[in-house]
C-alpha cells in the first residue's frame, strides 16, 4: 500500500506537482543558486511565483539571480515586487540598493539604505555602502560624517579608514589622507587595496622609490591585477629600472592582454630598446583597440621606417599629418622616406612646407624617452608622442558590502577538490582531455535504454540554458507519463533511472534519491543506483551544510551507498574515488589517499584523482608526493594542477 501511495505521488507531471510544492520548489531554486547555476533556478523561482505570486520569497530570491547575471534592471523589479509582500526584510532593500548602485542610481541607492538601516541599525556593511553612495554623489560632507560615526562604532575596522582615506584625497588633504591610510594598514596589513591606494599618493608626488615598495606589497596581496604592474613598470622607469619596468608590462598584459597602457608604453620602451618588430606588435594591438591614436600610429611609423618599411611609414605618417598639418618633426620623417624611395618631388613638397615655416630649425635623432615628462592618456598633444602614458586619474575601486556575491562566488576558497563522477544525460567531452569515462555496469544499463537516451559518466557541473532546462522538464513530465503507463517492475527500472538523471541534471536531488530508492527497492544489487544516490545525497548536504544544518548523519549514509556500490562493482575506479572525496569531507585524509590510490590501479590515468591526492599531499604536509601528484594531473590535461605547484612552493 506505501508503494503505491509512494507511485502516485512520483508519477504525477512536473506542471502539476509545482502547483502543490512551492516550498521544495523555492528550495531547489537556492540549491540551484548555491551551485550556480541561474538560469536554471530562475526557472524553479518562476513556476512557484505562478503558483503562489503572493509568497516574498521567490521573487526575492529570483532577484539574486538575476543580479549574479547582471540583469539589474530585473533584480531591482523582482526586489519591489518582494518589498510589495514583506516590506520588513532587510536582505531586500539592500539587494536592491546594490542593483541601484550598479546602475548608477546612487540617490536611490541610499533612500533603501535608509530604510534598511531603520530595522537594522548595526548593521556595518549597510552604513559602508552608503557612505559610498554618498562619495559618489561627492557629497564628501555627508560621507565624512558617516565615515566618522562609523569608526567610533566600529573602531578596529580598517576599512573604514582606507574609505575615510579616499574621501580626504578627493578633497585634496592628502597629509589626513596618508594618515588614515596608515591606521588602515595598521589595522589590516594584508588589505592589498589599501597598499594600492597607498602607492598612488607615491605616484602622484613623484616618490618612485617609495611607490614601488607600497606596490611590492599590493601585488603580493593581489597578484594578478594588471593596472599594480603598470603602474609600479611605471615608479621602475622612472628609476632607471628598464628591465624590471619590462618584466612588469609583460606580468600586466599576461593578467589583462588587452590592457591599452601596457601595450602602448612597452611598445615605447621595447623601441628604446632596440627590439623594433615587437615594438611594432604593440602598437598594432593599440591600433586595433583605437585605430585613431595618433600617437600610436607616428611611433609605428617611426619603427616602421626604422625596420625598412617605408612605404608602410609614409601610410601612418600621412595619417598623423592630416590630422596636424604644422606637425614638422612628422613632415620631415615623411620626406625622409620619400627620398628612400626615389619619391623625390614628394619629399621636396614636404621639404619645402618645413623651411617655410622654421628656416632656422634644427632636426636631430628621436629624442630618448624622457622620464622627467609623462602625459596624461587623454593628452593628445602629438609632440609628446615619445613619453610614456599615464591613465588620467588614479581611480579608487570601490569595493561595495554585500552577501550576495560572496554567498556563491566566493564560497570556494584556495584550492578545490575536483568533484564527484556522475551520470549525466548528456555526453560532455573535455578540449583537452579526449578520453571518454567508462564503467562496464553503466554500458549494461545503457543497452536497457532506446537510442538516444543513453547515459554518460561525467566530473563536470555544468549549468543548463534556459532551453536546455525546458527540454530537461519536458523530458521529465515525458518520462513521468510512461511510468504511469508500465505495470511490470522490471519495465519501470530503466525509465526510473533515466528519470532520476534527469531529475540530477536540473538539481533537484530529493526528486532524485526518491526514483533511485525506489529503483533500489526493486533492485538491490544495481551498483549504479547506489552510486547516483550516494553523488545525489552528497550534492544535497553541500548545499544544507551551507544552509548551517548539520549533515554528519547524511554523510555517513552517502559513505555506505558508495561502499555498497563498491561491493557489487568492486573494479570501478570511479566508485574508489568518489568514496576518497567523502573520506576528505570528513578529514579521514588516509582513507582518502587509500582510495585514491585504488582507483589509479583501476586507471592510471585518471587525472582527477592524482588531482585530488595531491591537494590531500598538500594538507598532510608532504610536498614532494602532492608535487609529483599534481604534476601528473597537469601532463593529463589538468592544467590548472601547475598553479597549484605555484602556489604550493610559495
Known amino acids: 500500500m506505501f508503494r503505491k501511495i509512494v507511485f502516485v505521488l512520483l508519477f504525477m507531471p512536473l506542471s502539476v506537482w509545482a502547483q502543490y510544492n512551492t516550498d521544495r520548489l523555492v528550495m531547489m531554486g537556492r540549491s540551484a543558486l548555491y551551485y550556480e547555476d541561474y538560469v536554471l533556478s530562475i526557472q524553479y523561482f518562476n513556476l512557484a511565483i505562478s503558483s503562489k505570486p503572493y509568497l516574498f520569497e521567490p521573487w526575492y530570491y529570483r532577484a539574486i539571480a538575476k543580479y549574479y547575471l547582471d540583469d539589474y534592471d530585473g533584480a531591482e523589479n523582482d526586489c519591489t515586487e518582494a518589498i510589495r509582500r514583506n516590506p520588513y526584510v532587510v536582505g531586500i532593500y539592500e ?70 582615506s579616499e574621501v580626504y584625497l578627493l578633497q585634496k588633504d592628502t597629509t589626513k589622507a596618508i594618515g588614515s591610510l596608515d591606521k588602515s594598514l595598521e589595522l589590516d596589513a594584508y588589505n592589498g587595496n589599501t597598499w594600492a591606494m597607498r602607492s598612488a599618493i607615491s605616484l602622484a608626488r613623484e616618490e618612485w622609490k617609495d611607490a614601488e615598495g607600497y606596490l611590492d606589497k599590493a601585488i603580493h596581496l593581489l597578484p594578478k591585477q594588471g593596472g599594480l604592474y603598470i603602474n609600479r613598470a611605471l615608479s621602475r ?121 622654421q628656416i632656422n630649425k634644427r632636426f636631430g635623432k628621436q629624442p630618448r624617452l624622457s622620464k622627467d615628462q609623462m602625459r596624461k592618456r587623454s593628452d593628445e598633444d602629438i609632440e609628446k608622442y615619445n613619453q610614456l602614458a599615464v591613465a588620467d586619474e588614479q581611480e579608487v575601486e570601490h569595493e561595495y558590502q554585500s552577501d550576495y556575491r560572496g554567498r556563491v562566488q566566493n564560497r570556494k576558497v584556495g584550492m578545490d577538490y575536483m568533484p564527484m563522477f556522475a551520470l549525466t544525460m548528456e555526453q560532455q567531452r573535455d578540449a583537452v582531455k579526449n578520453n571518454v569515462a567508462y564503467d562496464r555496469q553503466v554500458e549494461l544499463l545503457n543497452r536497457q535504454l532506446p537510442a538516444g537516451s543513453q547515459l554518460h559518466i561525467s566530473c563536470s557541473l555544468s549549468t543548463l540554458s534556459e532551453s536546455g532546462t525546458r527540454r530537461y522538464f519536458n523530458r521529465i513530465d515525458s518520462l513521468t507519463q510512461q511510468l504511469a503507463g508500465l505495470k511490470k517492475e522490471s519495465e519501470m527500472l530503466p525509465v526510473l533511472m533515466q528519470r532520476a538523471v534527469a531529475y540530477s541534471n536540473i538539481q533537484n536531488y530529493e526528486g532524485a534519491i526518491d526514483d533511485l530508492t525506489t529503483y533500489i527497492e526493486i533492485d538491490s544489487l544495481s551498483a549504479v543506483a547506489y552510486w547516483q544516490r550516494a553523488v545525489c545525497q552528497s550534492r544535497l548536504n553541500e548545499f544544507n551544510a551551507s544552509q548551517g544544518t548539520d549533515v554528519k548523519l547524511q554523510t555517513a549514509r552517502v559513505l555506505a551507498d558508495l561502499t555498497e556500490a563498491i561491493r557489487l562493482n568492486s573494479s570501478c575506479c570511479y566508485l574508489y574515488y568518489n568514496r576518497a572525496n567523502v573520506y576528505i569531507l570528513r578529514h579521514d585524509y588516509q582513507h582518502a589517499v587509500d582510495d585514491y590510490n585504488r582507483a589509479l590501479e583501476l586507471d592510471a590515468n585518471l587525472a582527477e584523482a592524482y588531482y585530488n591526492r595531491g591537494l590531500v599531499q598538500i594538507a598532510l604536509k608532504q610536498q614532494q608526493k602532492a608535487i609529483a601528484d599534481l604534476s601528473k594531473a597537469g601532463e593529463l590535461g589538468l592544467y590548472s594542477a601547475y598553479s597549484i605547484i605555484k602556489q604550493s612552493r610559495k
Not at 537594522?120 to 564628501?140: F, G, T, V
Not at 598639418?325 to 620619400?338: D, I, K, V
Request: aromatic share 12%.
Open 95 to 164: 539587494l536592491r540598493g546594490l542593483c541601484y548602485i550598479q546602475q548608477k542610481n546612487y540617490e536611490a541607492a541610499v533612500g533603501d539604505y535608509n530604510r534598511a538601516l531603520r530595522y537594522e541599525p548595526e548593521s556595518m556593511n549597510l552604513w559602508h555602502n552608503r557612505a559610498l553612495c554618498h562619495i559618489q554623489m561627492k557629497d564628501y560632507q555627508t560621507a565624512q560624517a558617516e565615515i566618522d560615526t562609523m569608526a567610533q562604532r566600529w573602531s578596529t575596522n580598517a576599512r573604514i579608514y582606507a574609505m575615510q
Open 237 to 357: 622607469f622612472n628609476q632607471n629600472n628598464l628591465r624590471g619596468a619590462m618584466a612588469d608590462y609583460d606580468m600586466a598584459l599576461d593578467f589583462e592582454p588587452n590592457n591599452f597602457l601596457g601595450h602602448y608604453n612597452r611598445g615605447l620602451l621595447r623601441a628604446q630598446v632596440g627590439d623594433d618588430n615587437r615594438a611594432i606588435t604593440d602598437f598594432d594591438f593599440v591600433l586595433k583597440l583605437e585605430p585613431d591614436n595618433l600617437m600610436a600610429l607616428y611611433n609605428r611609423a617611426l619603427l616602421l621606417e626604422k625596420t625598412g618599411n617605408p612605404r608602410a611609414a609614409i601610410r601612418d605618417y600621412s595619417k598623423v599629418i592630416d590630422q596636424y598639418p604644422n606637425f614638422w618633426t612628422g613632415l620631415h620623417q615623411r620626406a625622409q622616406c620619400y627620398r628612400s624611395l626615389g619619391m623625390t618631388k614628394q619629399a621636396e613638397q614636404d621639404e619645402f612646407r618645413i623651411l617655410k615655416a
